[in-house]
């Protein structure tokens, strides 16, 4: 499986955890767990979302295919 997201690793930069940021989109934390294991991936939509509440560019998301 491929490592699409990085938002795990975002969260931790940030010193957040998986159970405030299902809390603040209103996600199940089993989803935002999913996101982190790379299992699912959120929509883009979301996936701005989460980049607000982070507070970073959406590209630091997402792994480059570079």
Do not use: A, F
Not at 26 to 46: A, F, H, M, Y
Not at 51 to 56: R, T
């Amino acid at each position: 499986m491929i490592d699409l997201n990085r938002i795990k690793e975002v969260l931790v930069s940030k010193k957040k955890t998986q159970v405030w940021l299902s809390e603040q989109l209103g996600k199940d934390v089993r989803t935002v767990s999913s996101w982190c294991t790379n299992r699912r991936q959120p929509s883009i939509e979301l996936l701005y979302q989460i980049s607000v509440l982070l507070e970073v560019d959406i590209k630091d998301l997402l792994n480059s295919t570079k």
